[in-house]
């Protein structure tokens, strides 16, 4: 797919209809795969829990509100390939009216304002029960006359083993991401979730060692998983890790936890409700730390830390938490990148992982406006 001009060109003629679609590639596949839907396709449910016996493409929000509803595009034209979604005769397509534009992402804060965010969080948690939160950021950066279909091609070039996407919806926006997470995906009769968290810099020789702020701050998202487990009644799982995971510029700390699908089988939707925002995402205790971040962050982080896959279509569920993303708006891209404070953070090395996280868009994006 990587190779493909003429791709690269049908995307860009797709977008400039403007109809709703999903357009992706599971880690490690060289195979896009597309869900176009008709408006009347779309479905906005009310919560997380009202999945449960639902089929599509899910673009879930961090929290659902007005102006980020969660959306499942329910199955329209499906196609797997490139060559299956270039045969796709674009006339039939309607053209869509322009979407309303999200409000201004004035919310772009300095060096020095982040660090001292940071350096106010450590306190906070020095002096509470709060273990660890994430704290994010908004990244602008200009837009050219580049094409979008080159940039999705070159991003899945440059980080093959990430979830690769490009999505386009009314009330949800444009928006492009390639994200190493798992929040739960099927594999036959096997459910797979994953903690990731910690983070440092790619190395070329693969030797990692893991300092101990990292190795807590992953160790924290594993219990909650194991607590939403334990409310479930799953067992047994089986765990593989903690091992490195490379992605981009960067390399995490990642468990994967599989589990019998048939542990779940009525109730899905409620188990992604319960498991969702995690503590790779949100912090520790949950409820402390959702609140802690509603103070100290001053944008919406929209669906940045929400989740987004195939739910169900064609049996299968392959959601990623939605990270390494960017909002595509007319003049510019937003992109959101954050990292885990715990007590032994240090402001400085957490303003350049959010730097680092950002590398994975900003050199796609880069390389095509250089072309
Ligand atoms: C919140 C982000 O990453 C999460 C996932 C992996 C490692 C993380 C970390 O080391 O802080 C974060 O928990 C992001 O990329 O914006």
Not at 147 to 162: D, I, M, N, Y
């Amino acid at each position: 797919m990587t190779e493909s001009k003429d791709f690269a060109s049908f995307i860009d003629k797709l977008l400039s209809k403007n109809c709703p679609f999903a357009l992706w590639a599971v880690p490690g596949s060289n195979i896009p795969e597309i869900l176009i839907s008709c408006n009347e396709e779309l479905v906005y449910p009310a919560q997380f829990n009202k999945l449960n016996g639902q089929e599509g493409f899910i673009f879930a929000p961090y929290h659902i509100e007005e102006n980020t509803p969660l959306v499942l595009l329910k199955p329209g034209i499906y196609k797997k390939g490139v060559e299956d979604i270039m045969g796709i005769g674009l006339g039939q397509i309607q053209n869509e009216e322009k979407y309303e534009e999200p409000g201004e992402h004035s919310f772009v804060i300095s060096q020095p304002e982040y660090l001292t965010d940071i350096a106010e969080t450590i306190a906070e948690i020095k002096r509470t029960k709060l273990a660890k939160v994430i704290v994010s950021r908004l990244i602008p950066f200009q837009r050219q006359q580049e094409s979008l279909g080159e940039v999705f091609l070159q991003l899945h070039r440059q980080t093959p083993k990430a979830f690769v996407y490009l999505v386009n919806l009314p009330k949800a926006g444009l928006w492009m991401g390639a994200t190493p997470e798992i929040l739960l995906k099927s594999e036959g009769k096997t459910l797979e979730t994953v903690s990731l968290a910690g983070t440092q810099s790619r190395r070329n020789d693969g030797d990692y060692m893991w300092h101990t702020k990292e190795i807590e701050e992953q160790a924290f998202v594993s219990r909650y998983l194991l607590d939403v487990f334990y409310k479930f009644n799953i067992h047994p799982y089986y765990t593989q890790g903690p091992e490195t995971l490379e992605s981009g510029k960067v390399a995490h700390l990642s468990t994967s936890f599989r589990f019998a699908a048939k542990k779940l089988a009525f109730n899905l939707g409620d188990f992604i409700a319960e498991l969702h925002p995690t503590p790779a995402v949100c912090g520790y205790p949950k409820s402390k730390a959702a609140k802690f971040i509603s103070q100290v962050e001053k944008h919406n982080r929209r669906y940045y830390t929400g989740y987004l896959g195939p739910w169900r279509l064609n049996g299968n569920v392959g959601l990623f938490v939605n990270l390494r993303c960017m909002e595509i708006l007319p003049q510019q891209y937003v992109l959101y990148s954050g990292g885990g404070i715990t007590a032994r953070s240090v402001p400085e090395d957490e303003w350049e992982e959010t730097n680092k996280k950002a590398t994975t868009l900003l050199s796609a994006i880069e390389a095509v406006q250089n072309r």
